[in-house]
């Protein structure tokens, strides 16, 4: 399903679509059930009517919410600020608290980043998930009578499967029944499985990310030591592992409420129910979370990546950087600094030519296939889960993610350099 964020088609057509796909079983069927009299039992009772249109209410109310709501950002009083051993996002230029993750699709920092959901192009987040929750239990219920209407009329016509053809129901009503069953059986099953994952995260207090996490480090720690035995990291020193237990599990009545915002519960499912909020003090609500003291300290989630180590060492960006050329270029005209672009990029069209001359001269030279090696590249990015997603699956920018990893181990001091350098900037313009 996450994969789908990347389709422009579906991006586009995603929410229209599932407002056609309400208006197809919500209305379409009340249409098919009053009017088409040859299907029995006849139309709903005036209760089951009022009932049902008032599960459609609720479950457009919810969606247009989980739909707008603004899943989150965090404002700094300061435009640049030290990030005083915290996450930092290079995206962002700003820290990035516990449990964010910066959502290519929003662009931003995203505050207990759940996923980017297809179907709502929105974040799943700290101030959206008690919205889309809701959305997700009225469309079941919804969908649960829904099928037992259907259920009463199929039972009916078995029931006179015996009478001649022309007793039975007209061949339009038939028709449509069937697809409206066929419809609502896929959507039910779908959404069926999305509410159980969702209340699932609720009780637990743990995103599809960082399940996804968890289940990386455990996987991780059960092929032991051989598996990273020989990770270093940028500064050249051991990478240590230690088996962590995942810290937000708070108890399932405490992780719920934080979820909803409130602790009371019959607020929990109000369509018209609020959601928690970010803090503007930049401590507290969506900055600072509870943990539950299983670790050795506190503050160890997520737990380190052994493939983003590894790349980092054997590249890391600051320690090949020029500052002194990257400020001489910073100092040149535009005129300047588009000759000598010019100048480099013959140069490279120079090597180019001498290094595929030289590969023309050897004869069992093999084509090498660039689609394959991007395939196959594009698959060793990160690890993938059981059920083959990647962090990039659920929204979240990996390519910050790589910055960051390199970014760990920099010497505090060229970090504060880098701040000061920014601020710098920043004031002269």
């Not at 061949?171 to 159980?196: R, Y």
């Not at 290094?355 to 001269?361: G, Q, R």
Request: glycine share 6%.
């Amino acid at each position: 399903m996450a994969g789908l964020n990347d389709v422009p088609f579906i991006k586009g057509l995603a929410v229209p679509s599932v407002c056609a796909l309400i208006i197809f079983l919500g209305y379409f069927s009340q249409f098919l059930f009053h009017y088409s009299t040859s299907l029995e039992p006849g139309p709903p009772s005036r209760r089951e009517t009022i009932i049902f249109n008032t599960l459609l209410f609720t479950l457009w109310l919810t969606y247009y919410r989980a739909v707008t709501i603004d899943p989150g950002r965090y404002i700094f009083k300061d435009r640049v600020i030290d990030a005083d051993g915290q996450r930092w996002c290079n995206k962002c230029a700003a820290p990035k608290p516990a449990r964010a993750h910066h959502c290519r699709h929003c662009a931003r920092c995203v505050p207990k980043m759940d996923h980017h959901c297809p179907w709502t192009r929105n974040c799943v987040s700290m101030t959206t998930f008690p919205h889309f929750l809701r959305f997700l239990v009225y469309t079941n219920i919804s969908l649960w009578m829904l099928g037992y209407f259907l259920w009463q009329r199929f039972s009916k016509i078995w029931e006179h499967r015996k009478l001649p053809a022309y007793l039975g129901p007209s061949l339009s009503g038939l028709i449509g029944l069937s697809l409206i069953a066929i419809v609502n059986f896929f959507t039910t099953v779908a959404l069926g499985i999305m509410l159980i994952n969702t209340v699932r995260s609720w009780v637990f207090n743990q995103t599809m990310i960082e399940g996804w996490e968890q289940e990386r480090h455990e996987a991780l720690m059960d092929k032991g030591p051989k598996d990273w035995w020989d990770i270093t990291g940028p500064d050249g020193e051991k990478v240590r592992f230690e088996r962590l237990e995942f810290p937000y599990d708070v108890g399932f009545l405490d992780n719920m409420a934080q979820a909803m915002g409130t602790r009371n519960m019959l607020m929990w499912f109000f369509p018209l129910g609020g959601n928690p909020t970010i803090a503007k003090d930049g401590t507290g609500s969506g900055w600072e979370w509870a943990e539950n003291g299983f670790n050795r300290v506190e503050g160890l989630w997520p737990p380190p990546d052994p493939d983003k180590i590894r790349r980092a060492a054997r590249g890391w960006p600051a320690a090949n950087r020029d500052y002194a050329e990257e400020l001489r270029q910073a100092s040149m005209s535009t005129t300047e600094f588009k000759a000598e672009f010019l100048k480099r990029k013959a140069d490279d069209e120079k090597r180019k030519r001498h290094l595929m001359a030289e590969l023309e001269e050897v004869d069992d030279y093999d084509m090498y296939d660039d689609e394959e090696y991007d395939r196959e590249t594009d698959q060793g990015l990160g690890w993938v889960n059981s059920d083959g997603d990647r962090l990039r699956d659920y929204g979240v920018d990996e390519e910050e993610s790589e910055a960051e990893a390199a970014d760990e181990d920099v010497p505090l001091a060229e970090l504060m350099r880098r701040r000061k350098v920014l601020q710098r900037d920043i004031s002269d313009d």
